[in-house]
């Protein structure tokens, strides 16, 4: 089996998504909507970290049906360094006004748009640096 592409977690009331530079397989990105569906009602806002890697249409589509059926309107922040990535944020933007995407530079930005309480920004940051690591990502974030 190859490297995983991808890490999640639920942190405080933040569904937490990490990807490498290469996008997930159907395999991952099932497990991962399977994840949310199972944790549905716990988290209240997604962030997501891209090295460049993410969802195919297709995948895109399944979390979006898991997230309509379950009249999710939580905020999503992406963040990438990737100008594809924040691209098609922008794109989902325009029919999901909730999710926004940001730079690696704008981490802080991007907590605080998912209205997170400024004493778990730390832990949040120790989170994504757990799972960063979980997949083999050890250079940090600027």
Do not use: C
Request: without cysteine; glycine residues 8%; charged residues 20%.
């Amino acid at each position: 089996m190859s490297a995983p592409t991808m890490a999640y977690s639920l942190y405080h009331s933040v569904l937490v998504a990490v990807h490498t530079k290469d996008n997930p397989t159907d395999e991952e990105w099932s497990g991962y909507v399977d994840f949310g569906r199972k944790q549905m009602g716990k988290y209240t806002s997604s962030l997501v970290i891209s090295e460049g890697g993410g969802p195919n249409a297709t995948q895109r589509g399944a979390m979006n049906d898991l997230l309509e059926a379950n009249n999710f309107k939580g905020k999503v922040s992406v963040v990438t360094l990737n100008r594809l990535v924040r691209g098609i944020v922008t794109a989902i933007s325009w029919f999901n006004p909730n999710i926004k995407a940001f730079t690696t530079v704008q981490v802080p930005l991007a907590i605080e748009y998912l209205e997170i309480p400024k004493d778990h920004h730390e832990r949040l940051m120790a989170e994504i640096k757990r799972l960063r690591e979980k997949i083999g990502i050890s250079s940090a974030m600027t």
